[in-house]
C-alpha cells in the first residue's frame, strides 16, 4: 500500500491510501507519478507520494502539513510561534531542549520555557 497526500497552496487537505497494484509501472516496480496519475484521475487535484514510515519526504504527511518543495518534506504546523524549523529533520523544535530526567513536561509560550506537570 502507498500513501498519497492531496495539496491545495502545498497545503496537505487529504491522505489516502492506494492499492499497489495502481502504483505499478509495467516492469512491476512502484512509480510515484502513476500513484499521482491514479488520485488525480480518481479525485482531481495535485498529489505528493508520502510514508507511514517517513522513509521519503521526511514526514508522514497529516492534514494541515504543509509540502516544502526546497525540502521535498512534509512540515507539521508550528505549534508555538517561538519554535524554529529544524531544516534537517523538518521538525519544529522549542529554543530550549525538553529536559530528560524522565518527568514529564509541556511547553509554556509565555515563558519560553518547559513545565513540570505534576498531576500525571
Not at 8 to 31: F, K, M, P, R, Y
Not at 47 to 76: C, M, V
Not at 85 to 104: E, H, R, S, V, Y
Request: with cysteine.
Amino acid at each position: 500500500m502507498a500513501h498519497f497526500a492531496k495539496l491545495e497552496n502545498n497545503i496537505v487537505t487529504q491522505v489516502i491510501v492506494v492499492a499497489n497494484q495502481d502504483i505499478l509501472d509495467e516492469n512491476g516496480q512502484e512509480s510515484e507519478q502513476k500513484g499521482i496519475n491514479f488520485c488525480s484521475n480518481l479525485l482531481g487535484g495535485n498529489w505528493k507520494q508520502t510514508s507511514y514510515h517517513a522513509k521519503i519526504r521526511k514526514n508522514y504527511a497529516g492534514i494541515g502539513y504543509t509540502y516544502n518543495e526546497t525540502l521535498d518534506a512534509f512540515i507539521p504546523p508550528q505549534p508555538y510561534p517561538s519554535w524554529t524549523l529544524n531544516n534537517d529533520i523538518a521538525q519544529w523544535q522549542a529554543p530550549t531542549p525538553m529536559p530528560t530526567d524522565g518527568k514529564f513536561y509541556s511547553w509554556d509560550e509565555t515563558t519560553k520555557s518547559w513545565v513540570e506537570i505534576n498531576n500525571v
